[in-house]
């Protein structure tokens, strides 16, 4: 499928050395995330990294990483248009809509605090229980996000 096809979706072609976490494309700011998804049976599994790797790295907040993993996957699916609403992906995934509307608020994270979670970079009182058991919603702005969550501003 081709950028004419449908607006959102561009064709990109990516090397990506081993070092490489992210990378920009059209003024887009992409993150890979340190997941792996099998299938089975009728299900998706998200298998987070190696533990080798997590002890090079200092350890990973691996239900966070799955949440995320999770939120992007579930966000493409509404942004391809196979789910128009997020109730309408809230049933399809067998999971409550306000759930599923949480979830999808963490793609709001500013892609800085993104990154520090996958690499485990995060400050220890951010977890994935800090981020959900919020009153009030975490706010649009980047920085605002940064200073409220324990991120020195970039």
Do not use: C
Not at 6 to 21: C, F, L, S, T, Y
Not at 39 to 65: S, Y
Not at 117 to 123: S, V, Y
């Amino acid at each position: 499928m081709n950028a004419t096809t449908h607006p959102r979706q561009r064709a990109v072609r990516i090397e990506i050395g081993a070092e490489a976490r992210s990378y920009v494309s059209e003024g887009q700011r992409v993150t890979l995330v340190p997941l792996t998804i099998k299938r089975r049976q009728n299900r998706k599994l998200l298998i987070p990294p190696a533990p080798e790797i997590a002890d090079r790295i200092g350890g990973f907040d691996v239900p966070m990483i799955k949440t995320l993993g999770k939120a992007f996957y579930w966000k493409r699916l509404i942004d391809d248009g196979t789910y128009s609403t997020t109730t309408d992906l809230a049933h399809a995934m067998k999971v409550e809509p306000g759930w599923a509307a949480e979830v999808l608020r963490m793609t709001m994270l500013a892609p800085d605090i993104v990154e520090a979670i996958f690499e485990g970079r995060q400050p220890r009182h951010l977890n994935l229980h800090t981020l959900r058991g919020r009153q009030e919603q975490l706010p649009r702005d980047w920085a605002a996000q940064r200073r409220l969550l324990g991120f020195s501003d970039a």
